[in-house]
């Protein structure tokens, strides 16, 4: 159109707020997602879990229900903290599998077809960039761990009592804080994986790489020179010590050996890495990841 001719009009309409650009991401690439029947199936199954603890929560409290199924209560899951970490951790399971589907394309595609380009010359900065494509699995991962968890919490306590809540406050907060831990640790990991490695195939096997391979070294090291420092290179060795110390299960001491110096044996006992050490870890895996996404996301990559 020639401006000469006067008819370029700019835009009148209504603009989007600048703090909420970034979910325009989420908005169209939910559509694809949700696309895959697959997908679907296996998302709506990620709430079969949460359905038994819900029903295991409601049977603690129905004593009809409890004389139908001559059940005692007392045979019943006890319903506390390790009741809680023991389904958070199942859903955190659930949600790498979910990552595993969906996260390594989202920055590969475009990076494959040259489409940052598109993205970053239009009013939408490289950290919204990001934080939108995070911002998918950040809401499908919430959907099956922390949101749903909390609102059983919450079940709990209304059939408990507020007392019970009051007193177990802490258990929410350590449901809140793990989840949120884990979930950002997979849409980083993801993301960065899915920057470097710009096919879906192989960045979903780097990715299933990242979890297990150092898993395999670590328990190496355990064995070989008898000590649980190795966990340290473990993702998810990583994140069962820091749950467990949110939920006040942690225990450093966790296993012995015996060694024989001929007819003379001497107890060895093994220690898992402080919590300290497992957070400090877990942050610079973190700090890799944005490093790398810094490094990857530009409109133009100039290679030598």
Same mark, same amino acid.
Request: charged share 10%; glycine share 4%.
């Given at each position: 159109?020639?401006?000469?001719?006067?008819?370029?009009?700019?835009?009148?309409?209504?603009?989007?707020?600048?703090?909420?650009?970034?979910?325009?991401?989420?908005?169209?690439?939910?559509?694809?997602?949700?696309?895959?029947?697959?997908?679907?199936?296996?998302?709506?199954?990620?709430?079969?879990?949460? +359905?038994?603890? %819900? #029903?295991? $929560?409601?049977?603690?409290?129905?004593?009809?229900? @409890? !004389?139908? =199924?001559?059940?005692? &209560?007392?045979?019943?899951?006890?319903?506390?903290?390790?009741?809680?970490?023991?389904?958070?951790?199942?859903?955190?399971?659930?949600?790498?599998?979910?990552?595993?589907?969906?996260?390594?394309?989202?920055?590969?595609?475009?990076?494959?077809?040259?489409?940052?380009?598109?993205?970053?010359?239009?009013?939408?900065?490289?950290?919204?960039?990001?934080?939108?494509?995070?911002?998918?699995?950040?809401?499908?991962?919430?959907?099956?761990?922390?949101?749903?968890?909390?609102?059983?919490?919450?079940?709990?306590?209304?059939?408990?009592?507020?007392?019970?809540?009051?007193?177990?406050?802490? +258990?929410?907060? %350590? #449901?809140? $804080?793990?989840?949120?831990?884990?979930?950002?640790? @997979? !849409?980083? =990991?993801?993301?960065? &994986?899915?920057?470097?490695?710009?096919?879906?195939?192989?960045?979903?096997?780097?990715?299933?790489?990242?979890?297990?391979?150092?898993?395999?070294?670590?328990?190496?090291?355990?064995?070989?020179?008898?000590?649980?420092?190795?966990?340290?290179?473990?993702?998810?060795?990583?994140?069962?010590?820091?749950?467990?110390?949110?939920?006040?299960?942690?225990?450093?001491?966790?296993?012995?050996?015996?060694?024989?110096?001929?007819?003379?044996?001497?107890?060895?006992?093994?220690?898992?890495?402080?919590?300290?050490?497992?957070?400090?870890?877990?942050?610079?895996?973190?700090?890799?990841?944005?490093?790398?996404?810094?490094?990857?996301?530009?409109?133009?990559?100039?290679?030598?």
């Amino acid at each position: 159109m020639a401006v000469f001719e006067h008819t370029y009009k700019p835009y009148l309409g209504k603009l989007t707020p600048e703090w909420s650009r970034f979910l325009i991401i989420p908005r169209h690439a939910f559509r694809d997602v949700f696309k895959s029947k697959l997908f679907t199936a296996f998302f709506v199954i990620c709430f079969a879990p949460l +359905l038994i603890e %819900a #029903i295991l $929560i409601y049977l603690h409290h129905n004593v009809n229900a @409890l !004389a139908i =199924l001559k059940v005692n &209560v007392r045979e019943l899951i006890p319903i506390d903290a390790f009741f809680f970490q023991t389904f958070v951790n199942l859903q955190a399971s659930l949600a790498f599998f979910v990552t595993l589907l969906v996260g390594p394309p989202l920055v590969a595609r475009d990076l494959r077809n040259n489409a940052l380009p598109l993205y970053l010359c239009r009013p939408f900065s490289r950290t919204e960039y990001v934080l939108g494509k995070m911002s998918v699995l950040l809401i499908l991962l919430s959907a099956i761990t922390w949101v749903p968890q909390l609102l059983l919490f919450l079940f709990q306590s209304y059939l408990e009592g507020a007392s019970w809540f009051v007193s177990n406050l802490w +258990l929410a907060s %350590a #449901i809140f $804080i793990g989840s949120v831990v884990w979930i950002l640790l @997979l !849409a980083l =990991l993801s993301q960065a &994986v899915s920057a470097l490695v710009k096919w879906r195939v192989i960045a979903s096997a780097a990715l299933l790489g990242v979890f297990f391979i150092p898993s395999v070294f670590g328990e190496v090291i355990n064995n070989l020179f008898l000590t649980r420092w190795g966990n340290i290179i473990s993702l998810g060795a990583l994140m069962k010590n820091v749950t467990a110390g949110l939920f006040g299960t942690f225990v450093q001491a966790s296993g012995h050996f015996t060694e024989w110096d001929g007819r003379v044996g001497h107890e060895i006992i093994v220690n898992e890495p402080p919590l300290w050490a497992s957070w400090f870890a877990l942050f610079v895996i973190c700090a890799i990841c944005l490093a790398l996404l810094s490094r990857k996301v530009k409109a133009y990559e100039v290679v030598t």
